[in-house]
Nanobody, 122 residues
Framework: QVQLVESGGGVVQAGGSLRLSCAAT????????MAWFRQPPGKEREFVGI????????YYADSVKGRFTISRDNAKETVSLQMNSLYPEDTAVYFC???????????????WGQGTQVTVSS
């Protein structure tokens, strides 16, 4: 059982940076892959990036690769998303998710947070 709470959202100007955090509680947190998804206004939820349970492997959507970085601290049970060089198109509600599988598929995501709003102004 895992509970997730996102924080760090806000308003930032284009070209700026923002760091999101996801606080997790669960006795088996270190066994879960953790991922970030986002839902832009008027659009469907989309994949942003994922990190393996150990933190040794990360994968990103092409749209954010080179700009966003996922990291985790299993001792503190936290996952972060560092976002640099932000575009207005990055505006979305960002969600933290957890699953035992690192393989993304239609039903990925056993647990989800409530989301945090990120707004990038032009």
């Amino acid at each position: 059982q895992v509970q997730l709470v996102e924080s760090g959202g806000g308003v930032v100007q284009a070209g700026g940076s923002l760091r999101l955090s996801c606080a997790a509680t669960g006795r088996t947190f270190s066994s879960y892959a953790m991922a970030w998804f986002r839902q832009p206004p008027g659009k469907e939820r989309e994949f942003v990036g994922i990190i393996s349970p150990s933190g040794r492997a990360t994968y990103y959507a092409d749209s954010v690769k080179g700009r966003f970085t996922i990291s985790r601290d299993n001792a503190k049970e936290t996952v972060s998303l560092q976002m640099n060089s932000l575009y207005p198109e990055d505006t979305a509600v960002y969600f933290c998710g957890a699953d035992q599988s690192l393989e993304l598929k239609g039903n990925w995501g056993a647990y989800w947070g409530q989301g945090t709003q990120v707004t990038v102004s032009s």
